[in-house]
């Protein structure tokens, strides 16, 4: 099942970031509400700016890296991320204190071909 569709059975807002002006436009057409330009603005400002502050529930991240990174300090209190691959980078730095404070969890999910 595609992530647009599970995210379509939240009910809430489906927030996609990228840096490519191609997924700008197609993720509109896929259906995500708010689309972040990444080459402009940081990933936690984005969703906080859509959030009223607030942070996003659930954040599925396949980049890894840096974007991982960001996606931490994303997250709404008691929220979780889900992450299913590493294609940027397999090193990430997370601040522990951002999981602690907010009460989140992580899921790590590994596909091996």
């Known amino acids: ?47 906080r700016r859509i959030t009223d502050g607030y942070g996003a529930d659930i954040i599925i991240d396949g980049i890894g890296g840096d974007v991982l990174s960001e996606a ?4 709404a209190p008691g929220g ?5 691959g590493y294609s940027a980078s397999r090193k990430a730095t997370i601040d522990v204190t951002s999981l602690i404070v907010s009460h989140s969890e992580t899921w790590l999910q590994y596909f091996y071909a």
């Open 80 to 84: 979780s991320l889900i992450t299913l």
């Open 72 to 75: 931490v300090k994303a997250l």
């Open 1 to 47: 099942m595609p992530l647009i569709e599970i995210a379509g059975t939240s009910g809430r807002d489906r927030i996609r970031g990228t840096r490519s002006r191609g997924d700008l436009r197609a993720a509109k057409a896929l259906g995500f509400n708010e689309v972040i330009d990444t080459s402009v603005e940081k990933l936690t400002d984005g969703v």
